[in-house]
């Protein structure tokens, strides 16, 4: 059994973590943190867990983490690089579901997140979760970087293009939107049911922290850097992400084909049929992302639709997905769900 | 492995059962049957199935249900009555999700159902599959009525309380809400999201199908007729019953301590501490029901919260969980699930 | 021109009073007041009011609110007892929309509201401001008590029973449903969209702050104390709330007839023909209460159906209805509107 | 008075139109038919008309339509084209809110539609009603082809763009998301609640209606053939558009006030402060378009945000608001409406 610990369990990703390590066939959890909530027993907060988790929240300052093979942190961004690196010095692995490891250039990501990054010698050596791009190295990694809930959707659904190099990585658009989980579960007014119920917005066109991460994993691929407008918005829905993504064809090919061979092995990665479009729900709590290609009236713009659950694929189950790898697992282990609908 | 047939699998608690029953450790699925979808691969109308489910809709007239050792009937009332009998006879197990075998009294259902039964002799062997009041009967029962949805939420709330003998039961009142899957997966306006998204209302007040069901119940506990108003209410959730039961105390008790004892040891009843509220989201896509015992202001009124998912064990978790039942397995094969929340 | 002034317009019962006086013929909005948002100009918080409300926010301290004619208070309970006064004394007409002036009896108001009462001597000076029942002391009051949302379902609801002395006035029933607006437009983790949408929960149940407010005015009727047990949901509307009350019958009548002759001429409450169930949509932004009798199998309980927009007739669709009241206007003056649908 | 007459009024363009004319000040409501409900009082369909509406739905067979002034076609596409002659022949002037005289070229609209246009010599009468473009040709008008719903959101985001020649008009990509009322009040599986709520999905990306509309309207103000990228979603609101609008740069300019003065003037279109994002929710239920641009890192790609009411600005308000140009109103006649919110 391995043994887990989580920092920082009172957020969304973090009782998306538990409700799948709570039935995870080879998990042992030993620890769950929370600064403000030391004490409570993690079922009062997160009734669904009740007879399925015992644990109570403890002191980060006391919880003994570094008795864990591997320690998740559900934190805001900027708590990881300053508490994971004592743990990885003790040979504990680290996957860190915030932003704090993701980005490879230290001022890029001190610029998009407003702080001094407090270990960013760790940055290098963390791998980029997305496993289905980076399998091999994820394996080998102590500290994983898991990904963007955006980045995984955008990346799952541009990347097969942009390797087999079809597409014009200058003028990529990503017109993404996600349910309101995605902006955690923070006392803020303008995700309060009655703010964001039957209502519809983008917000952060100016510019989203997700923008340069996507960049940074699209420009990898293409060997150069890439031109991408996002812009992502809130729609009413618990939890989804749905991305629809234009790029401007350079280069004639089979588009559905390419994504089916690049996908064909990948659990978790599901290209639907020609002509489909994947729905959120579709993928309701499960591990998967669907897509679907289309080419409007056979014209020179490519449609993908990528669909996932951003607290799952999006966060909490490419976590597991990682973990799995980390430790030699099935990679699928724990992640068997069928995806809830209606 | 137990060979699983379902008739009528087009439906919200068709496709629920499928849900169950596609990762259910002892369950092979055999046949899926649909009038009019024959032909069509099942993940073709429930994408959430896409990799997990690779049946198609078989014909009801050339599926081969006989060679079942258990069928779920997922079909709209009065199709069971007509076509179990054919299963019975040949010593398949049936598991009805409808109505037909519920009502022990021929002529009440008649009036309430507004048909002729087609299979009243059958009536009297099927047992009622509550399996916390009925557990011993189902196990050795070859025809189960699986309960209604607003019934078991309703029963499992008072049931304790006029097995005790501490309410009276000539003034109950049942005042319930449910979610819009408990209307089913048809073509209707008032169920549209336009129609019933951002509403309330009660319906069915003069009477509805389930109050002679839920009152056969309550009255064989209390070995008498008994009393009970029984208001439905459509609320704006896909998933979810919450019953809000009223009984006015005829002798003093523990009524908290009264509840714990009468389900201690029942996996799927879970009887919150006192002073709680449970949210329906707490059960949402699992097979518990959540119980919370008030006595406002210390007066002589009991209030009684019960919730549950009325897909999973108002429908197709309990049908399964019978099914365990009935062939020795363990009670909670294929309903471990943790809630999914939020 | 009636000079309008409001103290603490940020909430929805502040937005609310805006939206519906700055179409309001009869109205010249004079100040609106917030201690943090001071300066903010009103059409920047609520994008609604673009190009219809010219003003900003102004600081408590510096409102001329003494110039003005009548004083709206959309304030948290505890504001108005302190303020009112002062404006009170030099004549200017007060309707506070929170529970200040509400319950009669100081004591009973200090234990629910768990305050010290600031200007108790204005609590008997104060109408309860339900013009259905109060229409004359309306009329000539200076200051008014603007009834709370549940008060307003249920009271409307149960006082022409009452009132004909024909059910049980010791075993009432209010089993209420309430839209998550009612929560008020605070910051706080359960009334986030990912908490409160697709779910359902009782809250309050040993005891809410409309409970004494409804008991009044029940006892006032009855002319003795009422027996109420009070218990109010959430549920994933924006407005609205839906009161199902049960009592038991005393006295043969013809309940439907009962209703239909005392809400005669009025405007503002619409008795539905029997059997008819009011959804909640069908009063959506507009200061309607649509009420429906049901006598369910022709028992001797009676169920009434009870239905309002919390933030109109609830809160401050009724302020408006009052000041029209006051002023000697056309008691629908500004509330000509036609509830939105779907 | 102007004496309207409404074809087709069980749908939600129908009953919206019955919302606003109810209290129009200068409209008299003769008539109102559908075949199926003849008979049936409006009111029982919709009870938020009750007390505002007394008309019975008439058969369209006998239905008094030529003594009106003007009717309205809130009927299914390919109604108008077969009722409208008679009466415009008449001298009734006649607005059609389905798509039977939007599209100028007749074999394109009987390849979109499938089906032989029926009075191909009205269509070149026909005037296509988007006001703010079409102002001084709609006053004159007899015939009005009222606009679609994507259509009006996506024309009045990129027409101020391509009048002024600033933008590449041969790779515009309209990203749009509609609100489910938008389907129509019909019976269909897909827009249940259980199926639309709390889901998010693309559909009709291989082609839809709307985009043969919007090509015309931009390629008329392009002076050629414009290339578009038109994707629709459906979004979990029951009413609101929201338009999400790319386009590259050809030309610099300062494109908020580009906006700003292209709108001034305009009641119904609002143009927001620079760095806004619009909201649906602000628009809703009323005849308000409001706009926003955005240049996101100052790169030349611009994107602009175009939110309106789907059943207003989109289909019933704009029909009204052409109605008061036929007839010499103030063009806001009956429309001043404060958006509801929250």
């Known amino acids: 059994m391995i043994k887990v610990g989580i920092v920082g369990g009172t957020g969304y990703t973090g009782v998306e973590l538990l409700r799948l390590l709570a039935v995870h066939p080879n998990v042992e959890l030993k620890a769950i943190t929370s600064r403000g909530d030391a004490g409570l027993p993690v079922a009062e907060m997160f009734p669904n867990l009740r007879g399925r988790v015992d644990l109570a929240f403890e002191d980060p300052a006391k919880a003994n983490l570094a008795a864990c093979d591997v320690v998740f942190f559900a934190t805001p961004n900027g708590i990881a690089m300053q508490q994971a690196p004592e743990l990885l010095a003790k040979g504990v692995k680290v996957i860190d579901l915030a932003a704090d490891y993701r980005i490879k250039d230290i001022p890029t990501w ?107 994993g699209l420009s990898l691929a293409a060997n150069k850097d890439v031109g991408l407008t996002f812009v992502p918005h809130l729609t009413p829905l618990i939890r989804g992400i749905h991305a629809t993504l234009y790029a401007r064809i350079t280069k004639e090919a089979d588009f559905q084909k390419l994504f089916e061979e690049r996908y064909k092995g990948e659990t978790f990665v599901d290209v639907l049929p020609a002509g489909k479009h994947p729905e959120t729900r579709s993928v309701r709590a499960s591990n998967v992302c669907r897509i679907a290609v289309h080419r409007p009236q056979g014209g020179d713009t490519l449609v993908i639709l990528s669909v996932i659950d951003n607290l799952v694929k999006g966060a909490a189950g490419q976590a597991v997905q990682n973990m799995n790898l980390l430790f030699g697992l099935d990679e699928t282990a724990g992640l068997n769900i069928v995806p809830v609908l209606p």
């Open 110 to 216: 001190e610029q998009w997140y407003g702080m001094t990054h407090a270990s960013p010698d760790w940055v290098g050596k963390a791998v980029y979760g997305l496993p289905e791009i980076n399998r091999d190295a994820v394996k080998k990694a102590q500290l994983i970087a898991n990904p963007g809930c955006y980045p995984t959707a955008v990346q799952l659904g541009l990347l097969p293009l942009i390797e087999a190099g079809v597409i014009d990585v200058n003028s990529l658009i990503a017109d993404t939107k996600s349910g309101v989980s995605g902006a955690g579960r923070k006392a803020e007014i303008p995700t309060l049911f009655a703010e964001a119920s039957d209502n519809f917005k983008a917000y952060g066109v100016p510019g989203h922290r997700h923008l340069p991460e996507i960049r940074q």
